[in-house]
């Protein structure tokens, strides 16, 4: 689940537009779309799970299980959209599916955030959400299941962003920061958009940097290997190692 | 041994590859130990080793290894080799008690360090660890684990079958099973050709061919043009696989074949252990020790007479391994046993599971004394249950803490479960548990092997006058992957087993994991909830509390 609208987004609209038209693309969006659905789905739980209110585990409780669901829609969709043997049945096939999104790192998303700052987050990401939702439905008026999918969807859509949108209203009117929570988690969304951006540009200079060292530097390196290059197959004697238990454990080699 | 769970119970993320932080905290929590009083913590292997071994195949694949290079360079330097600084800074380690284990070791401790053997030889087959992708072991009480002899990389049974894994259109690490399953379907009519892959070296081990691989020289690819000029086209995947057509067919022969060939290849080593130890129990681990119609054909055929598997013989169980090993070999630590039982994950005591269903307002009924009466109603009625009870599974089956459970003498009940909850392939049958005791009635497990059938390790005939009565989890081959159930492990499990049989006369059920297709098993009662909504399950068993998919909001038709 990603939140803000960032000025990007928008200005690339009428080029997604027109990207959509490309074979094989509905399909693909259709299981982007699932993969991110079912890791927000987690998240959810996550939050769920560790709330102290007992009104919102409720509510939160709802929202996964609606996430979930729509997951799964996208996944019928996509695997209704995708043709036999392209990209798509194979990754929809795979399942470390979620692998590639999922919860990353050691915290869930609701402990980093703590409750207010998820809050908003919901519902910046929720009202998100619905306007892609939204896009989607135009884009595929050409495709009456996919298009009653997503007037589904954006029903179920609507409740999660009232309710996160009410809870803040409460909260703001506790006294709670909700402004500066919104903002913190604008901050957030925007860095991570960065640091995604960063981390590409970053793998493709890696990358480059890398092909030079491999080309220069291993070149030489590899014709030594292949002198010293030992096949041995079969049953070999365990090399021959005097350190104690010990010693060995403390090391990483 | 106080708590054991694998990171993707809590991540969600199938097969985590990640640091286990998570999964540590929470042992640490459920120990009531702050990290400061743990006196060491042990990482299963070296990863220098491991880097040095990816760099040199690298180099001698130059320059065709351009693309492996980049990627294994960017997660190695990235992240992989500064593993003990991120452990450390992530969970509060000091550097000076961080020790490090070695892969295949950590395997063989696994094995036998859980066992109840005095003296056993120790057989680890996997993939590959830090050079080694086979190593024989010799192991007795008090003495440090002797390793005896290796196969090192690229030469490795486990990778050889995963390319075939993947040539099958299965997902590497995982499909293995799938291939295991397909096998029993087809005839090893290319053996042969398997043979030209994967020879016999004559000194116990073996050899591979890697004009017909790729993995030592790709992070993507494991097999090569030549493998295809061998086997003929790979299967795409996700591609429908029927083995009654001539396309599945053939599939499912190679499945036969390179099965056969990995189980003789297996008998040799087994042989070469027996020569050089003298001993008749046998402890397996490491990846290969999960493939279950294997490690039946090593009681079968090899000259060893009892066996011990470790249930979490893949990697995860290579946590378990160096922490045992380090235990007693390094921090000379009692030989007490190891205690290994089913559930050594999160518990979820029936207080909590009341207060959750009740503050989420979902409709539960409290069956209290009467569980298992409700439980075999539901069964006997055809109904499919989702069993959620007690701590965690340890190990990638499910046995009854985090199961799915029908009767399996139901007729047409295997397609049922698949249509409406695993959407599995449908040539895998299911597992059957049995309480123990009542086994031999419908099963011939072979001696020796009741140990591996504790913890679903090992495949048993089906006595041929119960085929019919169990067909939804007896194998086309007339093998079932049998769990049998004793009292001590399973409390629960075991009385609604038995409560089973003398409601229906067999003590038997289908016994599936608790997941839906492409999750890691349920951990939380949130995770089986969310799993009952969206499967074609009835109802869920949580503790003594009995929610029916009925009653979840938006439950799928
Ligand atoms: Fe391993």
Sequence with gaps: ?253 | MVAACSEERFSRVKQDAGLPIRATRWCLAHAGIAMEQVEAVVWYEKPLLKFERILVSQLLGFPWTLESFRRTAMTWLTDKLWVKNALCKELGIRPERLLFGDHHLSHAASAFYCSPFERAAVLTVDGVGEWASTSLWQGEVGQPLRRLAEVRFPHSLGLVYSAFTAWLGFRVNEGEYKVMGLAAFGQPRFADQVRKVLRPTGDGGFAVDTRYLRYHQSATESYSAAFVDLFGAPRFPGAPLDPTTPEGRRYADVAASVQAVLEEAILVLCGALHERTGLTDLCLAGGVALNVVANRRILADSPFRRLYVQPAAGDAGGALGAALWAWREVLGGAPTPAGLVPGMGRPWPDEDLERLLTELHLPFRDCGEELLDHAVEDLRAGRILGWFQGRCEWGPRALGHRSILADPTRPGVQETVNARIKFREAFRPFAPSVAAGAEDRYFDLLPGGQGPAEWMCVVADVKPDARALLPATTHVDGTARLHVVKPQANPRYHALLTRMGQQTGHPVLLNTSFNLKGDPIVATPLHALSTLQASGLDAVYLGRFRVDRRDLPGADS
């Design chain 1, 1 to 253: 689940m990603r939140c803000a609208d960032v000025p990007l987004d928008l200005a690339l609209r009428p080029v997604r537009a027109l990207a959509f038209r490309l074979p094989g693309r509905p399909a693909a969006e259709m299981a982007e779309l699932s993969q991110a659905e079912a890791g927000g789905g987690l998240d959810m739980l996550e939050a769920c799970e560790r709330t102290a209110r007992a009104d919102l585990r409720r509510q939160f409780f709802l929202h996964a299980l609606d996430q979930l669901r729509r997951s799964r829609l996208f996944r019928q969709r996509a695997a209704a959209l995708a043709q036999a043997r392209s990209r798509t049945t194979a990754v929809l096939e795979d399942s470390g599916y979620i692998a590639s999104h999922g919860i990353r790192g050691a915290d869930p998303l609701y402990s980093e955030l703590g409750e207010l700052r998820f809050l908003a987050y919901v519902w910046l990401a929720e009202r998100r959400s619905a306007r892609r939702f939204a896009a989607y439905q135009r884009l595929m008026a050409g495709d009456p299941a996919a298009a009653g999918m997503f007037a589904e969807i954006g029903r179920d859509g609507l409740l999660h962003v009232t309710y996160s949108r009410a809870e803040l209203d409460l909260a703001r009117q506790r006294g709670e920061p909700v402004t500066s929570a919104l903002w913190a988690v604008r901050r957030r969304c925007a860095w991570q958009a960065w640091m995604r951006f960063s981390r590409r540009v970053g793998d493709l200079f890696a990358g480059l940097w890398l092909a030079v060292v491999y080309l220069v530097v291993l070149g030489p390196f590899s014709l030594l290997a292949r002198l010293l290059e030992r096949d041995e197959p079969g049953l070999l004697a365990p090399e021959a190692d005097d350190r104690s238990a010990a010693q060995r454990a403390w090391e990483q080699a």
